[in-house]
């Protein structure tokens, strides 16, 4: 197990530019991959427009939040005429299939009993064509931006996912992809159907946060996994989860697997070699056939990569921070081709981060660092401490990368000062060997601006 160092072993008066995001912003971000569907906040508004302004800067599409518009009155006597008003007046503005509720603190905090707000909601629209509601329990003070979008995924496998769902068309794999970017989300559904196999991706948002130009405002955009799939997935043989940091409740797959009965399948983040091998075993085992030559030649281009790269990076020193799951992910990467993690931050604190890197990283190192519940604080210390040549992770350590004069490989959430991170691919052959290529050639132009001749050749 490595030494994990949690920010609270220490005392602290306050966070200061935390490595992590609301959690109901990670239940909008899963809401929105389901076709038809309007994410929906219980709780004031400055919640709506931050996480609004968060996804559109990083996604650079539009994104619509509604909202239950919480006020001091709200505050003190409950929230149970807002959400009565909310829903019906996102139901006659948009005429969604699905509204996805996530609570904030205010709401969390005031003990609202969602369950029976709702039951009185479905009570009074009964003579009514009304849209699904689907609800997650999503406080900030109890967790992450990823933890919220588990905790979503969850409630709506829980909520829609059917077990005598009808058997024409029933999907082999169910796959729970992660928090990963569009460009992921295409890359796996591209994998799934060259291995021949009928699938569901719970979340999808590879079309809605990444679409082509509309020629009008479409205030629901098209794409999304349909509801009817969701249903479905009940009826699937087997589900594949990417991902090992769940909080106790949060596992998708577990959540299938204890309400319909479906066997669950469980890989990291598949970052690398190591990782893509153990998903493309999966599904060589589910599909009953060897991974299919393009993949396997991916596979060969990458190991090559790896070798064209190494001179420049054996040795290199690397501060890794962002998500559990991509931190593991990329240190087990960074492991591959001779980079040591030396500090492996995250603001998340499922526990298990620690574990999941003692599995995933070879190297026998004492100076390998885990950081739990950190934050950018803590991160400049460490990497200062730690000689990093290299940053990974989300734009706000560009001001640690200024400060420490190294480079800054932009990966995970959020993306705000450059464009197209969601385009960034990370997960397969594929999506190691552009990191790869990104990682070798920063750290090429780092070393031709301290070189004093400039030199063209490398």
């Known amino acids: 197990m490595l030494p994990v160092k949690e920010a609270g072993t220490t005392i602290a008066v306050a966070t200061q530019n935390a490595c992590k995001a609301c959690m109901p912003l990670g239940a909008c971000l899963a809401y929105r991959g389901v076709e038809g569907a309007v994410p929906f ?110 905790a979503a995924t969850c409630a709506l496998v829980n909520a ?42 719970l979340p999808d948002y590879s079309e809605t946060l990444d679409r082509p130009i509309a020629g009008e405002y479409e205030r629901i955009p098209k794409g999304g996994v349909p509801i009817s799939a969701i249903r479905g997935a009940g009826a699937a043989r087997a589900s594949v989860t ?13 959540a299938l697997l204890a309400k319909c009965g479906v066997p669950s399948l469980s890989v990291g983040l598949p970052v690398g070699i190591r990782g893509s091998d153990l998903l493309f075993q999966q599904l060589e085992d589910l599909a009953g056939k060897p991974t299919p030559e393009k993949h396997a030649a991916e596979r060969g281009r990458l190991i090559d990569t790896y070798v064209d790269a190494h001179k420049y990076l054996y040795g290199k020193r690397a501060v890794v921070y962002g998500e559990e799951d991509l931190v593991t992910g990329i240190a087990s990467f960074l492991d591959e081709i001779g980079v040591v993690p030396v500090v492996c931050a995250s603001g998340g604190r499922s526990g298990g981060m620690a574990e999941a890197l003692s599995a995933t990283v070879s190297m026998q190192r004492g100076d390998i660092q885990v950081l739990e519940d950190a934050d ?83």
């Open 41 to 150: 906040l219980h709780g004031p508004q400055g919640c709506a427009t931050y996480m609004r302004r968060f996804l559109i800067g990083h996604f650079r599409e539009p994104m619509d939040i509604a909202c239950s518009s919480f006020s001091e009155e709200t505050a003190i006597f409950g929230g149970s005429a807002d959400i009565h008003t909310g829903l019906d007046n996102v139901a006659k503005a948009y005429h969604p299939a699905m509204i996805g509720i996530a609570t904030t603190c205010l709401a969390e905090t005031i003990g609202e009993d969602m369950g029976l707000m709702l039951h009185q909601h479905a009570e009074k629209n009964a003579d009514k064509a009304s849209p699904l509601v689907v609800a997650a329990s999503t406080p900030s003070y109890s967790g992450t931006h990823a933890d919220g979008f588990h």
């Open 160 to 201: 829609l996912a059917e077990t005598d769902a009808a058997q024409a068309g029933r999907a082999d794999v169910v796959c729970f992809p992660n928090m990963v970017s569009p460009a992921d989300l295409r890359y796996l559904k591209e994998v799934l159907a060259d291995f021949g196999l009928c699938h569901v991706l």
């Open 242 to 254: 990417l991902g090992s940091a769940f909080r106790p409740g949060q596992h998708p797959g577990a």
């Open 376 to 458: 950018f604080v803590e991160i400049g210390e460490a990497a200062e401490a730690a000689k990093a040549d290299l940053l990974i992770g989300n734009s706000r350590g560009f001001g640690l990368s200024r400060r420490l004069d190294i480079p800054l490989i932009r990966v995970g959430m959020p993306v705000h000062d450059r464009i197209g991170a969601q385009r960034i691919q990370l997960l397969g052959y594929r999506g190691a060997q552009a990191l790869c290529d990104r990682i070798a050639n920063a750290v090429i132009a780092r070393d031709q601006e301290r070189s004093e001749p400039g030199y063209m050749t490398m």
